[in-house]
């Protein structure tokens, strides 16, 4: 059964750094791209960042571009997300999901760590 | 950048009823679309890819259709536990979503 069980998220001051991360089992983790999407509160969907099999490409949505980086270690079947300059609108629930096809389904999706901003 | 609108905003509905939802691209993603269903207080859930594909484990009331621009998430039959709000999704972008609330 694939499961994806995200971590790290809580209340963290504007402008601090927190890393997220998610361990996933089940499948072949190195065999898949790996992708983070948020939730705002109320809100919709917003895709983060994807990171391809091995790390060596990665791709951020422009709202956290140059402050967010992702990261992945095979080794140990986990994702991880690492936050910089943290801004209040950057709260959200953020989802780690497994990425297949060409147009990024994300086909299994972790429960959720909730990051809150603080200004 | 392509831009996926959904309607309608809010769809209620009754058990039993049919309930029809519209996804539609500001430029062709050929069959490059999926749906999903998020519950309240859940995280989302693949329910169709590719246009047209049931995810695994997905009751057969939910079918999806279209091509290009114009895609429709259909529920045939609307059972209480369909309470949700379903987005559809093309690449790095993602509809707003419509909520589908039972009567």
């Known amino acids: 059964e694939v499961q994806l069980v995200e971590s790290g998220g809580h209340l963290v001051q504007r402008g601090g750094s927190l890393t997220l991360s998610c361990a996933a089992s089940?499948?072949?983790?190195?065999?898949?791209?790996m992708s983070w999407v948020r939730q705002a509160p109320g809100k919709g969907l917003e895709w983060v960042a994807n990171?391809?099999?091995?790390?060596?490409?990665?791709y951020f949505g422009d709202s956290v571009k140059g402050r967010f980086t992702i990261s992945r270690d095979n080794a140990w079947d986990s994702l991880y997300l690492h936050m910089n300059s943290l801004r209040a609108e950057d709260t959200a629930v953020y989802y780690c999901?497994?990425?297949?096809?060409?147009?990024?389904?994300?086909?299994?999706w972790g429960q959720g760590t909730r990051v809150t901003v603080s200004s | 950048e392509i831009v996926l609108t959904q309607s309608p905003v809010t769809l209620s509905l009754s058990p039993g009823e049919r309930a029809t939802l519209s996804c539609r691209a500001s430029?062709?993603?050929?069959?490059?679309l999926a749906w999903y269903q998020q519950k309240p207080g859940q995280a989302p859930r693949l329910l169709i890819y590719?246009?047209?594909n049931r995810a695994t484990g997905i009751p057969t009331r939910f079918s999806g259709s279209g091509s290009g621009t114009d895609f429709t998430l259909t529920i045939s039959s609307l059972e209480p536990e369909d309470l949700a709000v379903y987005y559809c999704?093309?690449?790095?972008?993602f509809g707003p979503g419509t909520k589908v609330e039972i009567k």
């Open positions: 999901g497994r990425v297949r096809g060409g147009y990024d389904v994300r086909d299994f």
């Open positions: 089940g499948f072949t983790f190195r065999n898949f791209w």
């Open positions: 990171i391809n099999e091995d790390g060596s490409e990665k």
């Open positions: 430029q062709s993603v050929k069959r490059n």
């Open positions: 590719d246009a047209s």
């Open positions: 999704q093309n690449s790095k972008f």
